[in-house]
């Protein structure tokens, strides 16, 4: 970074209401911040909740985002982490892709979630990195999980432009959890798992505790990230956000088994959070979860089951079918549990042909609905598990 690079320190100049950022040697920092003019102007040294709330322009904003980042890589808790990376600030150029139609640009679903996959969040002397988004279409002939707009109903819709544009970040309250959500008129995308800059804090699930947005929130996005979502924004054919195995692209979802767009691999990670061992638990991807038991849970043998469907709507999409047979090892070992006795009603679908349908099959989607009520226990484990693993990870 160029504050560490170059031993300068970032300073602030406040004058007529207007703020401006620069770096300097540490000799000036300090004789200028010492004696103060009020008539003229007050220099101060950066702090995390500065500067100004509203993004500059021109060749001040981009050095006036670049000394945001020095600073909090300077003080971040996750020194070593930021400092592999390099992130500018989210522009409205990029907020209105965003806002594109995805009727028209479908692949926006890939765009989206890679674009803030690593990116920095800043507001009122906090910070996070995003580590795992989800994003959903507002179209709902596009997205079976889109956001409701029943009167009473919290939104992350911009009814107005922001700094960056029609733009939102936001906590709603949902599913007894608070939910980080950045919001577009078009989509909006849900956090999963993010980590704390300014001190050691680790958020992994759909609930969001230690981080609470503004219309003050600044938003700086990961370089590589950003090269990566315009290249899946070039490519109209693509079908998955990024290079990785399709279960862990799968949404944290757990109801609408009788949906195509259930099935879409839209879910982007961070560098950090890439490895399988550090993404949010799943229905899709709990089986998947390294143990030293040999002996599998029935909450695993459940999500061996919801990866068998996933992976014939990939290949199949709307004329996706299961066989009996291929489904008879995972029956066989179901127990008398409510996971076994969820599996046998699921295996008696198949008593009058030797193959179900899945897309809009009610019958198998209510039964799926079930089977993924009772592996929420075990996703709060596995997701508890994770964390002590990410703060390993971040914070050395």
């Not at 504050?3 to 602030?12: D, N, S």
Request: glycine fraction near 4%; charged fraction near 20%.
């Amino acid at each position: 970074m160029l504050a560490e690079l170059g031993h300068w320190t970032p300073l602030w100049y406040s004058s007529n209401g207007h703020d401006y950022a620069c770096l300097s040697s540490s000799a000036t920092a300090n004789e200028l911040t010492k004696e103060n003019e009020p008539t003229l102007g007050t220099w101060f040294r950066p702090t995390l909740g500065m500067p100004s709330t509203a993004p500059s322009s021109g060749a001040n904003a981009e050095l006036d985002g670049m000394i945001i980042i020095d600073q909090l890589t300077l003080t971040s808790q996750a020194k070593q982490l930021l400092s592999k990376g390099e992130f500018s600030e989210l522009t409205s150029a990029q907020v209105s892709t965003l806002n594109k139609d995805w009727q028209l640009y479908p692949q926006l679903r890939f765009y989206a979630s890679q674009l803030f996959a690593g990116a920095i969040m800043i507001d009122n002397g906090r910070a996070i990195l995003i580590n795992t988004v989800e994003p959903y279409s507002r179209d709902s002939s596009l997205d079976a999980h889109f956001e409701r707009r029943l009167p009473g109903m919290p939104s992350s819709y911009p009814d107005a432009r922001g700094k960056y544009g029609h733009f939102t970040t936001v906590l709603m309250q949902s599913d007894g959890v608070k939910k980080l959500v950045v919001g577009t008129r078009t989509c909006n995308l849900l956090v999963t798992s993010s980590i704390r800059l300014d001190i050691a804090s680790v958020n992994i699930g759909p609930g969001t505790s230690h981080f609470k947005p503004s219309e003050n929130t600044r938003v700086f996005l990961d370089a590589e990230s950003v090269e990566l979502a315009n290249e899946n924004m070039m490519n109209e054919r693509t079908i998955q956000a990024q290079d990785m195995l399709s279960m862990f692209q799968l949404k944290q979802v757990r109801s609408k088994f009788d949906s195509l767009s259930t099935y879409t691999m839209c879910r982007a990670s961070s560098r950090l959070s890439s490895p399988l061992e550090l993404q949010p638990a799943t229905i899709w991807t709990l089986c998947e979860d390294d143990s030293a038991q040999t002996k599998k849970s029935q909450e695993k043998i459940a999500s061996s089951f919801f990866q068998l469907i996933a992976q014939k709507v990939i290949v199949r999409g709307h004329n996706a079918s299961l066989e009996l047979q291929e489904a008879e090892a995972i029956f066989a070992q179901a127990k008398d549990t409510a996971i076994g006795r969820t599996l046998s009603h699921i295996k008696q679908l198949f008593v009058q042909e030797p193959s179900i349908t899945i897309i809009g099959n009610a019958n198998l989607n209510s039964l799926l609905f079930n089977l993924a009520s009772t592996m929420t226990s075990a996703l709060r484990a596995a997701n508890k598990s994770k964390m002590e693993q990410m703060k390993a990870r971040a914070y050395v």
